[in-house]
């Protein structure tokens, strides 16, 4: 059974760094593009940060490049996104998926993805 449990997410204020794990379990972990999206009121839920396979690539959506960072353990079968100098336009649902294969040109497009997490909060406080 394929289970990704996200985890990490809470309240600061902003300026304040969070990091969110996720832990894969049920298949090839090191065989899959690992993303972490998000979600926000109101909004579509987008790309943040993608690992490629064997850690060979990262992207990052424009509005998070310089503050995020996402890595992942393959020995652990999991993947982080540490995210700093946090800001209210941050405050959303933030998934974790696995995309079986190399990261997709379309990587933040959530139409591909073979598995999804439950989603951990985070909200900014100004």
């Known amino acids: 059974q394929v289970q990704l449990v996200a985890s990490g997410g809470g309240s600061v204020q902003a300026g304040g760094s969070l990091r969110l794990s996720c832990a894969g379990s049920?298949?090839?972990?090191?065989?899959?593009?690992m993303t972490w999206f998000r979600q926000a009121p109101g909004k579509g839920r987008g790309g943040v940060a993608a690992?490629?396979?064997?850690?060979?690539?990262?992207y990052y959506a424009d509005s998070v490049k310089g503050r995020f960072t996402i890595s992942r353990d393959n020995a652990k079968n999991t993947v982080y996104l540490e995210m700093n100098s946090l800001t209210t336009e941050d405050t959303a649902m933030y998934y974790c998926a696995a995309d079986r294969g190399a990261c997709k040109r379309a990587w933040a497009q959530d139409i591909s993805y073979d598995y999804w997490g439950q989603g951990t909060q985070v909200t900014i406080s100004s």
């Open positions: 690992s490629d396979t064997g850690s060979r690539f990262e």
């Open positions: 049920g298949y090839t972990y090191s065989s899959y593009c």
